[in-house]
């Protein structure tokens, strides 16, 4: 028994992620794929996190995951695993948590082992949008007379919602993250080395990291804390660590920076005076599929009000600060036309902290036509 | 058995509330004491909220609470209910959460009932600092060949709270209350009438209403959004509607306003440029126990800043408004010179949002100094 925990709480997302036509075993099946496609998450870029598990007779013949891109797909681990089980591998069911590949990249095509080892039904997760897949697993293995069929687990779309995104638009799914004293306060000072958070919850924003490719700041940030950036307060499993990205409009910043002179100095970009399309269009072609925005202030008020980002990761702390001088806003206007609610807003209290995430509309609408478009 | 629950969280203090020197028993039956006393809770003012239970065998004979001012106090209910059930009184253990009082008010002093029904044994849960109790029943009740002991109970403590500062320091404690969307935007439009809190957070707002005595906003918010600052979402259980206090440097208020045309009118006070420490002065006169400041940011931001908050309760919404801009707050100065950490903040979800409580260390202080000045 696998016990695997999401970076990011599903709890909203579980309870409607499985459509009703799922029986209760290809439901019980297809979860225990999903918990080892989990232990891909992050790990796997440009690739998506997938896991498969090999069911015969009811019972768990063979189970594996992908691991790393150029390492063997979720299904080819699982079928490797039967066999070293001494298991029989035909006549199974494949449950997997993404549709197979029917392509050529770094390894063989999925359904040409799929056919190869006389596997009789394969339950898919979440469609594969890759456009190389022609044609898609979907279509081909129904024709080669195997018994497709799938439901579309939100948990699956959502782990993989990086990857989805990179494809489908050419830009990265954008997360935003901010710590906050309940005050509204955003720093606790200058040059302090004061965190707002304690370490409960910046355990948690490194394990944002881990899922992200890439992690940007704006200049302000840069000069004003001198972040490193990298993954530290969990175990990175061998992930090279995110792109550091910089925005500058003036593209003057101190050399000394430790993102310009520490170990991971190659993994540091600095766009300078460069559109927000733009700037996420070169992280796409980069192959970013999540993009962690960590501050300033300014630059999430950009990304915000200009439409980019799809979820959101708050984390509060009870302090007053009172960098943020309270000020009276019934008289200012907002940058907004209208407020943006939280899609499946969550709590989960670390330590003496709040973290609050959510989707916004933005990103649970992308999701929505995943679903709708590429699972008829 | 009462199920009661107190409006405000109390985990924390609990945790820490019980003294090691109480016997299980004597535990057992305080907290029972408590239960009756939290009845009372917002009702009682400018009286403490009191419970009491007495005690025979092992057997509660008798309960009560104080319901108003004016009426029994919880000792001289607890006599009259143990007796109306054919109890013997005499010879039994009085708990009370809070020191009998040794002089006429309203009603007789319960020290004199308390000898008179020969009550072996007085158990009292905190301390009466009421200067007209002299002497007080931790020095008479003894004298009398009563046996008195108490330990002191946080929770007994902090129900009272209101009361103590009044007594004490002749102005209110002070509640700061603020509803905020996660992105530190207080308000989510001019007349709108857009609620940033769901109606499960908004109805706790109305409970802590219920514990104040007084409810103050400034000019602007009165202007902006006329409110009427009333008991609604929660039944009143017949208590007046709290004062409505209004500050403003220029006096200049439309006449129309609720809170100068309802049926409560009569309830509203305006205190034009007058610093604070009177209108905290004003107010405790006319016997606030606590006040509730309702904003705007301008009022709270002063009151936090001159220290004369001891409590703060904040709701967070799941959105973003986009009214408080995010600006870089790095290069900001603070108007404080230390971050305020709220002491034994308790976070608690309303719905979708989020309910945020905590003493500050000035209000965590000034109960830890009435326990250690009061009963020793």
């Known amino acids: ?24 075993e290809d439901r019980y099946w297809m979860k225990e794929a999903l918990k080892w ?9 440009p690739n998506p996190a997938v896991g498969a598990v090999l069911v015969k007779d009811g019972t768990l013949i063979g189970r594996g995951y992908h691991r790393k891109a150029g390492q063997a797909h979720a299904e080819i681990e699982a079928i490797e695993d039967a066999k070293k089980r001494g298991e029989t591998v035909a006549g199974s069911t494949l449950y997997v948590t993404l549709e197979p590949c029917s392509s050529w990249g770094k390894t063989p095509p999925c359904t040409e082992r799929i056919v ?7 339950v898919a997760g979440s469609p594969d949008p890759n456009p190389r897949n022609k044609p898609r697993a979907v279509e081909l293995l129904p024709s080669l007379g195997i018994d497709f069929s799938w439901e579309i687990l939100e948990e699956a779309l959502f782990l993989n919602r990086g990857f989805y995104h990179r494809i489908l638009t050419g830009k990265p799914w954008v ?81 000394d920076l430790f993102l310009f002179t520490d170990a991971f100095k190659e993994r540091t970009l600095l766009f300078v005076k460069m559109p927000w399309e ?6 796409g072609s980069r192959d970013v599929g999540i993009l962690l925005v960590e501050g300033g202030a300014e630059v999430l008020h950009q990304l915000i009000k200009e439409g980019w980002i799809q979820e959101v990761s708050f984390f509060l702390s009870p302090l007053i600060i009172g960098k943020q001088p309270l000020e009276d806003s019934s008289t200012d206007a907002s940058f907004l036309s209208m407020p943006l609610e939280l ?34």
Chains 1, 2 share one sequence.
């Open 116 to 122: 190869k080892e006389k596997i009789s039904r394969v």
């Open 175 to 255: 997360i935003g993250k901010i710590a906050m004293a309940i005050d509204g306060s955003l720093s606790a000072g200058v040059g302090e080395e004061r965190w707002i958070s304690g370490i409960a919850a910046r355990t948690m924003a490194h394990r944002l990291r881990m899922i992200a490719d890439a992690i940007l700041i704006g200049a302000q940030t840069a000069r004003a804390d001198n972040p490193r950036l990298t993954i530290r307060l969990v175990d990175p499993k061998g992930k090279i660590q995110p792109w550091r990205v910089i925005v500058s409009r003036s593209g003057n910043l101190p050399g």
């Open 278 to 283: 733009r700037v996420l269009g070169e992280l």
């Open 343 to 376: 899609v499946n807003p969550s709590w989960q209290k670390f330590d003496e902290d709040m973290y609050c995430h959510g989707l916004l509309e933005k990103g649970a609408r992308f999701l929505e036509r995943v679903r709708v478009e590429y699972a008829q």
């Open 37 to 45: 496609a989990l232990l891909g998450e992050g790990l796997t870029s």
């Open 1 to 24: 028994m696998v016990v695997v925990k999401p970076s990011i709480p599903w709890k909203n997302l579980t309870q409607r992620s499985l459509l009703k036509n799922f029986s209760p």
